[in-house]
């Protein structure tokens, strides 16, 4: 390719055609894509991005609102559409100019069968209240599976679900459910006033896009221990560190409180993350699975929540799963190389003597 494309869709149509998660349109590099997490050019011999390049691709596409905050803030996050799709889409002013970034979201909701998940996630999704919590770093498919939760109660109940979400990836139409989708930023302020202001549309699933600060996770406990179901991320790794994370953000005297009721209202804590595949034909996910048990609920109160990998180990039987034995059973298969799957393990050493290294 000789010229440089003169506007974003454009390149989002090179990134989906190369099959990528995600497109970069950076000033002094290649357009570049992430396709199965590595960063590659978007086409072979790519030149590199000028400040004013990216500056007039900025211009083509924003609308007077993004433009306006963007300039106010230096940066701004919204759900772009074209007639090719949807992208999570973030513009952002830095030293060298304005950089773009996007991420591609799969039009098509993917059931939980249809991912290939575990069977006993569909049992979180059975629930009248609580607290499910799905956590992972930055694109390890938090949003896919929340998705997928989602639509499985949609499927196969008759309820109200509202989603709060920044921004709105997913369009999720309404089937035996009414769905209620809002987006953080263009219908609220924030996932906290969004939150509060759900409590009283009369919902029976609530699900938060991001828990990150004290308000927001405050008043997610408070409603799953109310008569609602809520669905929540978190960017956390494992099990225990969810845990941590969810209790240290509450100031210190009112720890032992919401221990308590964490311990009575959690259901369920997925953690993921995407690995290579050792073939190169895409990722694959491992998976973390703690099901709430009264073994369970007895560390949270205690905080005692280093022994949760002892427990997920013994509670096999009833669907948990450690995140090292997901590794370890995906490179038993042969679906991920020896170096990703001790990278990829808590345990290095003990994930060395397994795989013979």
């Known amino acids: 390719m000789s010229d440089i494309p003169k506007h974003v869709d454009e390149y989002l149509n090179l990134g989906k055609s190369a099959g990528a998660s995600d497109v970069h349109l950076s000033v002094s590099s290649p357009p570049t894509c992430r396709r199965y997490g590595q960063l590659l050019p978007l086409w072979q011999d790519a030149p590199l991005l000028k400040a004013e390049d990216t500056e ?62 575990p069977p006993q996630l569909k049992l979180l999704t059975q629930y009248q209240n609580g607290l499910v919590l799905v956590t992972g770093p930055i694109g390890s498919g938090k949003t896919t599976t929340l998705a997928a939760l989602v639509q499985e109660i949609n499927l196969h109940r008759n309820d109200h679900i509202i989603t709060l979400e920044e921004p709105i990836e997913y369009l999720i139409p309404s089937a035996g459910c009414q769905v209620t989708q809002r987006e953080v930023h263009t219908h609220t302020k924030s996932f906290a006033a969004a939150l509060r202001g759900a409590l009283r549309e009369d919902p029976d699933v609530i699900m938060v896009g991001e828990m990150r600060d004290l308000e927001t996770i405050q008043l997610a406990i408070s409603a799953s221990e109310t008569g609602h179901l809520v669905l929540g991320t978190l960017h956390t790794s494992n099990s225990s560190r969810t845990l941590d994370r969810l209790l240290d953000v509450f100031p210190p005297d009112q720890r032992d409180q919401i221990r308590v009721m964490v311990s009575e209202s959690l259901r369920g804590i997925i953690s993921q993350q ?57 490179y038993s298969q042969g679906i991920i190389t020896t170096q990703e799957a001790v990278y990829r393990a808590e345990n290095k050493p003990q994930m060395r003597t397994l795989c013979g290294v």
Do not use: C, H, W
């Open 56 to 117: 007039a691709l900025v211009a083509g596409f924003l609308d007077e609102q993004q433009s306006e905050q963007l300039k106010r803030r230096g940066d701004v996050d919204f759900a772009y559409s074209n007639t090719m799709g949807r992208y999570r889409t973030s513009v952002v002013r830095q030293r060298l100019g304005l950089d773009l970034a996007f991420r591609i979201i799969n039009s098509e909701i993917l059931t939980l069968d249809q991912l290939g998940m």
């Open 274 to 330: 995407l690995i290579p595949r050792a073939d190169g034909n895409g990722r694959a996910v491992a998976m973390e699975i703690l099901m709430n048990s009264p073994a369970v609920a007895n560390v949270i109160r205690e905080s005692k929540t280093f022994m949760l990998p002892g427990i997920i180990q013994t509670g096999k039987k009833t669907g948990m799963v450690l995140m090292d034995d997901s590794v370890a059973e995906l």
